[in-house]
């Protein structure tokens, strides 16, 4: 992974910029700074995945107000960086497996998280296909200011079924350490009872799509494949309304 200061030394247009923070990115180079005092967020793209990036900037040069997207300041294609608004706020990841706050706080934060994800696929959608996010990770959600969520990293997003972003959501819900505990099941199945509640098209076979997602996760965590499993199998068997406990005495 290239490092932010590449960048900023290299690149003349970038050499009044401050670095507070780096962020996590799988694929690419992403920091909080700030420009000219302003907050910012630098997402400096790998010379493979320029078309991610393109992807990524059309994303969020439709958003509205309503999809609570960030937004895109520029698009500088000769270095593959985006300069986008920096949202303040806390991981959803770690806002839904903080033990401090009550289950009713954390059904309030799903049942938005559903309304976040409603809205985007209808303002998105057109008369013959829905965009999804892509990447549904809880990771790529911000809470902010304890009230509204907002979604970030859209270089992933594609044309698809919106069961893939609902499923893969609660993929990402359900193997937060700790993983497949009673909650998770219960926030999974009122995340998609709220989703379907909110949407005007269909959600179909969602517990066989959140099989697949769980199985998914395999190639990112070898060393849990049994578990991903047992539990994949299991929710493809009996919906997400049972919970397999692996055994863990050998």
């Given at each position: 992974?290239?490092?932010?200061?590449?960048?900023?030394?290299?690149?003349?247009?970038?050499?009044?910029?401050?670095?507070?923070?780096?962020?996590?990115?799988?694929?690419?180079?992403?920091?909080?700074?700030?420009?000219?005092?302003?907050?910012?967020?630098?997402?400096?793209?790998?010379?493979?995945?320029?078309?991610?990036?393109?992807?990524?900037?059309?994303?969020?040069?439709?958003?509205?107000?309503?999809?609570?997207?960030?937004?895109?300041?520029?698009?500088?294609?000769d270095n593959n960086v985006l300069v986008l608004g920096y949202v303040a706020?806390?991981?959803?990841?770690?806002?839904?497996?903080?033990?401090?706050?009550?289950?009713?706080?954390?059904?309030?934060?799903?049942?938005?998280?559903?309304?976040?994800?409603?809205?985007?696929?209808?303002?998105?959608?057109?008369?013959?296909?829905?965009?999804?996010?892509?990447?549904?990770?809880?990771?790529?959600?911000?809470?902010?200011?304890?009230?509204?969520?907002?979604?970030?990293?859209?270089?992933?997003?594609?044309?698809?079924?919106?069961?893939?972003?609902?499923?893969?959501?609660?993929?990402?819900?359900?193997?937060?350490?700790?993983?497949?505990?009673?909650?998770?099941f219960e926030f999974a199945r009122h995340f998609i009872a709220s989703y379907?509640?909110?949407?005007?098209?269909?959600?179909?076979?969602?517990?066989?799509?959140?099989?697949?997602?769980?199985?998914?996760?395999?190639?990112?965590?070898?060393?849990?494949?049994?578990?991903?499993?047992?539990?994949?199998?299991?929710?493809?068997?009996?919906?997400?309304?049972?919970?397999?406990v692996p055994d863990r005495t050998n």
């Open positions: 992974m290239r490092d932010i200061q590449e960048l900023i030394s290299s690149v003349e247009r970038y050499q009044t910029v401050l670095i507070q923070k780096r962020l996590t990115s799988k694929k690419n180079t992403v920091a909080y700074v700030l420009i000219n005092g302003s907050p910012r967020v630098l997402k400096w793209y790998v010379p493979g995945l320029k078309t991610n990036m393109e992807t990524e900037a059309g994303v969020l040069s439709r958003g509205t107000a309503a999809t609570r997207t960030p937004s895109l300041l520029e698009k500088d294609a706020g806390t991981n959803l990841c770690d806002v839904l497996n903080d033990t401090n706050r009550s289950q009713h706080e954390k059904r309030h934060i799903i049942s938005t998280l559903a309304l976040w994800f409603a809205t985007f696929h209808d303002v998105f959608k057109t008369a013959d296909a829905f965009r999804l996010r892509g990447d549904p990770s809880l990771r790529n959600f911000i809470l902010k200011d304890d009230k509204t969520i907002w979604g970030v990293d859209f270089e992933e997003s594609h044309i698809g079924n919106p069961v893939d972003d609902i499923a893969g959501l609660c993929a990402s819900l359900l193997t937060t350490d700790p993983m497949f505990t009673s909650e998770k379907r509640s909110l949407a005007s098209w269909p959600i179909e076979n969602s517990s066989q799509a959140v099989s697949y997602a769980v199985l998914e996760r395999i190639q990112w965590r070898p060393t849990q494949e049994d578990e991903l499993r047992n539990a994949a199998t299991s929710i493809k068997k009996h919906g997400l309304y049972h919970r397999s």
